[in-house]
């Protein structure tokens, strides 16, 4: 799994480097969205159904995560203090709020707002933590969710017979979300891939991967995140 992840941050970084040289290199971030969708699936599937386990698993989310977070957020903000014009300034300080809060991926439906323009010129030095949005997002409802779902005994049918429920669910979004989505609300295709309905089938395909013959091997889920 960290062999994965290695590849697809090669892969993201040579894209916005050298897009022409590995112009689909982009599906690194897929990529990390279904290792999340599965390491999340077999975390939650190899524990109880407890209001304690769910306090844990939020407590370990942000203590791996909000420390380093804020860290670059504070680097970044002191770059833009001494780098950057004061338009650019307040506008970077208000994208280091929206990524503190991890919602950067909302400022997509912000007609003003050119997530590529972004990336090209510098404008917002925390254009990069959508993705890392979307992650946290996937993370707040992927327990709920589990919650509702996780048959109450763990015979292969059951298990096998929601994994496959959701596999199922997942195609079907992957089907129509980026479309209708766009279709519906009269957008751009970047909205529809910043904020969420083009990741939905990425985490769900990672989740549903992980059926009852996943649980035959062995995997040291208390480290995988």
């Not at 970084?13 to 990529?31: C, N, W």
């Not at 007609?111 to 990336?119: C, I, P, T, V």
């Not at 707040?140 to 059951?158: D, G, R, T, V, Y």
Request: hydrophobic letters at 50%; glycine letters at 4%.
């Amino acid at each position: 799994i960290q062999g994965l992840r290695a590849w697809a941050v090669i892969a993201v970084v040579i894209f916005h480097f050298f897009p022409s040289v590995l112009p689909f290199g982009y599906l690194g971030v897929d990529v990390f969205f279904v290792l999340s969708g599965f390491i999340i699936a077999l975390v939650l599937e190899n524990k109880a159904i407890l209001c304690s386990t769910y306090t844990t698993f939020y407590f370990k989310r942000i203590r791996r995560i909000f420390p380093l977070l804020l860290l670059i957020v504070l680097i970044c903000s002191i770059y833009a203090v001494f780098c950057y014009n004061e338009m650019l300034f307040l506008y970077s300080e208000k994208s280091a709020l929206q990524a503190a809060l991890f919602i950067t991926n909302l400022k997509g439906s912000n007609e003003e707002e050119d997530y590529f323009r972004d990336l090209e010129n510098a404008d917002d030095l925390f254009t990069h933590t959508w993705s890392l949005s979307v992650e946290i997002q996937f993370y707040l409802i992927a327990p709920l969710l589990f919650h509702m779902i996780k048959p109450s005994c763990s015979e292969s049918f059951h298990t096998v017979g929601y994994f496959l429920a959701l596999a199922g669910f997942s195609f079907f979004l992957f089907a129509i979300s980026h479309y209708h989505f766009c279709l519906l609300f009269n957008t751009r295709e970047i909205v529809a891939v910043l904020i969420r309905s083009d990741r939905i089938p990425t985490t769900e395909c990672g989740t549903a991967s992980t059926g009852d013959r996943i649980h035959q091997l062995d995997f040291p889920s208390h480290n995988l995140l």
